[in-house]
């Protein structure tokens, strides 16, 4: 039974440029949360997907975007990167939008900004 | 809005020694608390959860009580092991709120030596 998969493990960018995170749910789940985790911190929810649409967003800018796929797969995207984007981005799957679903998480990708 | 507050790290401890971590939580609705680990190079994982006041949250030794009364749900173990070095997170999502996300703590690192 894989678990959630992330990729790529590790990224740099410099400032200014884009990227894309991507992420595949657990089997059987069918809603990706994204989360980012800055250098000893806890993680801080950016958003949430599901049946495609974003339904919950915390409190970053809109240069954070996201996707998710008919397949619930995710993906997230980050516009004109930033020395602060750098942190560890962690994404999550569960079974409906329910708070009490059990959140499962990837190992997450390493995003450094240079 | 819902936060947590955990007690500051690192922690260092000997092995079988008793661990502690304090957490504390804010929250208009009906919270449920939940304890995750993260160990080095890893996501997090669900170690235990309580979704109302007087609940006890157990797994692999470690516990943790609800308490409304002082808003506290506090992670315990009896005897640690090694292979107990982590980062653990307190947090926290509101039942009857329709914002589904996870309000995590900034994290305790625990190091166990042998």
């Known amino acids: 039974d894989a678990g959630v998969t992330q990729s790529p493990t590790h990224l740099i960018k410099t400032r200014g440029q884009q990227v894309t995170l991507r992420c595949s749910p657990k089997?059987?789940?069918?809603?990706v949360s994204w989360y980012q985790q800055a250098l000893g911190q806890g993680p801080q929810f950016i958003f949430q997907?599901?049946?495609?649409?974003?339904?919950q967003r915390g409190n970053f800018p809109d240069r954070f975007s996201g996707h998710q796929f008919p397949n619930y797969s995710s993906e997230l995207n980050v516009n004109a990167l930033l020395l602060g984007d750098s942190a560890l981005y962690l994404c999550?799957?569960?079974?409906?939008?329910?708070?009490?679903?059990?959140?499962?998480f990837g190992n997450g990708t390493r995003l450094t900004v240079t | 809005g819902d936060s947590v507050t955990q007690m500051e790290g690192p922690v260092t401890l000997s092995e079988e020694a008793f661990l502690t971590i304090n957490c504390t939580y804010t929250?208009?609705?009906?919270?449920?608390l939940f304890w995750y680990v993260q160990y080095p190079g890893e996501g997090l994982q669900l170690l235990l959860k309580?979704?109302?006041?007087?609940d006890k949250g157990s797994n692999k030794g470690f516990e943790a009580t609800y308490r409304k009364e002082t808003t506290s749900f506090h992670l315990e173990k009896g005897s640690v092991q090694v292979s107990d070095s982590a980062v653990y997170f307190c947090?926290?999502?509101?039942?009857?709120?329709?914002?589904?996300?996870?309000?995590f703590g900034a994290g305790t690192t625990v190091t166990v030596r042998a």
């Open positions: 929250a208009t609705g009906y919270p449920s």
């Open positions: 309580a979704t109302k006041a007087d």
């Open positions: 997907y599901y049946e495609e649409e974003e339904r």
């Open positions: 999550a799957s569960s079974l409906g939008v329910a708070s009490e679903s059990p959140l499962h």
């Open positions: 089997s059987g789940h069918d809603t």
């Open positions: 947090a926290l999502s509101d039942l009857f709120s329709t914002d589904y996300k996870l309000s």
